[in-house]
């Protein structure tokens, strides 16, 4: 993209671009590149103490508590400075912006730095390995569904060991992930042997860390949509909210009105979910109340509202749920729309501008809005208890139970069948 501006005569074009700067005469087609030099003479110490003074007034005015909180920003801010000329580089710079927006006690906010250099990258073969493998190379616990060894050619299953990647063997002691840098995409020969013990070679194109995290993902979800299956018989549904937002919202609103349409109710996760903004949506999808069903002959076909969720549901939620992970669960327990299980969320619910300073590979964060409730209490650092309150065991987590989702099977069919004894 090209930035285009006129001299004052209008008789020659400037273009400002990612390759450059250029001018072409209006009279003639002809581009001229413009070359230039510049040198700007920074002085650090001053432009942080400026960053630092922008930070102080900024969070000052914008600040969603004209109170900050109780603090006493000024002297606070005051007490920071004097490490200013201690300071010389970004890293510890954003550490003590940190330190200070911390002091106002409250979510959204700090300081980060992003430095410009990039190291190397690790890939993913989308193989899970045996941790209790003794010996050479790497033996394949799971291969991850939709990863690089995931088609019907391959001879990589579980129980095989991978020897070598693009010829370098990995013996007992071989860091094997430095053998991943910075090859994702890339055709990569890997040396295996079977559990029958025939030596093979494939060549696959390895995926990058974030790609393996998102296959991952997709994994524990459909774990825990199986294992709901299981628990309830058939009888229960279950969806993961990822994220607090459209694109989260679509996929539940997909599964919920799709193949969960026929359930008797819907376990809805909203665990490691870092926040959005989805609560209104989450409360209208959830508070379907049963008016009409449509018949065809004598055959019930389809109960109105037909777009919402009509029938009972509970809601998971854990410590690691954050801003709108934490609004969420509460306007689905204040609303009344099924019970809570799991574990305390922090009040994390504000929201926040991001704000970029004057070096930009730094930026900050302002809450500017918080969220009251009607009895004039704040729901950041407002703690949300669950109805039901359960934490996982480590040691149980990694035998591949999950007991939280257990939990919130019984609850929900015990409810279930409760109701329909009551209606009798």
Known sequence: MRSLSFDKDGKTMFLLGSRGMSKMAVSSEKITPITYSAVMKLDPAAEREYMFNYVKQEEKNRFYDVKMHGVDWEAMTKAYAKFLPHINNNYDFAEMLSELLGELNVSHTGARYFPSAVGERTASLGLLFDLN???????????????????????????????????????ADTDFTTLLAN????????????????????VVLPISTAAMSNLLYQRWVKQRAADVDSLSGGRLGYVHIRSMNDASFRTIYTDLLGKYVDREGIVIDTRWNGGGR?????????????????????????DMPSRRWNK????LQCEANYSNAHGTPWVYKHKGLGKLVGAPVPGTMTSVNWVDLQDDSMLFGIPVIGYRTAEGNYLENSQLEPDVLILNDPDVIVTGRDQQLEKAVEVLLLDIDSAKKGKK
């Open 133 to 171: 493998h003794k010996g050479n190379g790497l033996k394949v616990a799971e291969v991850v569904e939709n990863g690089p060894f995931d088609h019907a050619n391959t001879l990589v299953k579980p129980g095989t060991v991978i020897e070598a990647i693009n010829g370098q063997k990995i013996d």
């Open 312 to 315: 009972p549901s509970i809601m």
């Open 183 to 202: 090859i994702s995409g890339k055709k990569t020969l890997v040396a295996f042997t079977s559990p029958s013990g025939a030596h093979n070679e494939e």
């Open 278 to 302: 989805l609560h209104e949506d989450i409360e209208v999808l959830f508070s379907g109340d049963k008016y009409l069903t449509q018949v065809i002959r004598g055959q019930d076909i389809c």
